[in-house]
């Protein structure tokens, strides 16, 4: 109840672009980790632990709304990467796909957070978020210098 509540909110909202869209859901993400998960999310590389954790229960849920969870989520992924690498959120297609999906875009490189934690949701383990952030890691480098 409280979740259908929470995306009436956050589906009814005027975001003013999708930045600020995907940051909304990822700070409605955060409340939700605390509230209902009694986990901290801040955003961090620690935090990444905490979410996978959250996904593996929401995984073993039978009334799971998939695509409500996977943009909340999802949201909240995209953002530690936007952040630790001054990426930015674009509309594009996913490859393979048909449709424009919200991606990171860090450096020319296109990250789909809201696709990985929908595949860690329905596939399993194997997608764990650990391991795609350490590749991420590898591939990206340092995290950007922010003055």
């Known amino acids: 109840m409280v979740m259908n509540k929470l995306r009436q909110r956050l589906e ?3 975001f003013a672009d999708l930045g600020a869209m995907m940051e909304g859901y990822a700070q409605a993400a955060v409340e939700v980790a ?3 998960f009694r986990q901290t999310l801040d955003f961090s590389s620690d935090s990444i632990n905490a979410l996978d954790e959250i996904l593996v229960l929401l995984s073993e849920s039978p009334e ?3 695509d409500f969870e996977s943009r909340l989520w999802g949201s909240y992924l995209g953002e530690v990467l936007r952040r630790r690498y001054a990426g930015s959120w674009e509309m594009t297609q996913y490859p393979g796909g048909e449709h424009a999906v919200p991606a990171v875009d860090v450096r020319g490189s296109r990250l789909f957070p809201l696709m990985k934690v929908y595949r860690r949701l329905t596939i399993g383990e194997e997608e764990d978020l650990r391991s ?3 590749m991420v890691t590898e591939r990206l480098g340092n995290p950007a210098k922010v003055n």
């Open 34 to 36: 605390k509230s209902d």
């Open 132 to 134: 795609f952030f350490t």
């Open 64 to 66: 799971i709304d998939l």
């Open 12 to 14: 009814s909202h005027a």
